[in-house]
Nanobody, 119 residues
Framework: QGQLVESGGGLVQAGGSLSVSCAIR??????MGWFRQAPGKEREFVAA????????YYGDSVKGRFTISRDNAKNTVSLQMNSLSPEDTAVYYC??????????????WGQGTQVTVSS
């Protein structure tokens, strides 16, 4: 297994909530984030958080619905997803990266976890 291991994906009905988590095998003071990729679509930025956990950044399609958080004592980063719609169906990828000029750049990826939202 790699450095980043996702868990918590699954099937949920539209309007529901789901949380996905990422276990970080070796803590390093990196920013962490989530991307997603739906079938036939390009990979899309979802959210990122700095290593202290006091700065977050979201993609426009999830603002106000998703919340990213991290627990450095437990080496985990989580994504709470609310008000889900079928358009949120995708494989969700945890990643490690850096912020530069307010933009998040991932450099290491997990294997992904499937999130499916039924209508």
């Amino acid at each position: 297994q790699g450095q980043l291991v996702e868990s918590g994906g699954g099937l949920v009905q539209a309007g529901g909530s789901l949380s996905v988590s990422c276990a970080i095998r070796t803590f390093t003071p990196y920013a962490m984030g989530w991307f997603r990729q739906a079938p036939g679509k390009e990979r899309e930025f979802v959210a990122a958080i700095n290593w202290r956990g006091d700065y977050t950044y979201y993609g426009d399609s999830v603002k106000g619905r998703f919340t990213i958080s991290r627990d450095n004592a437990k080496n985990t980063v989580s994504l709470q997803m609310n008000s889900l719609s079928p358009e949120d169906t995708a494989v969700y990828y945890c990643n490690r990266g850096i912020f530069a000029d307010g933009i998040y750049y991932p450099d290491s990826w997990g294997q992904g976890t499937q999130v499916t939202v039924s209508s």
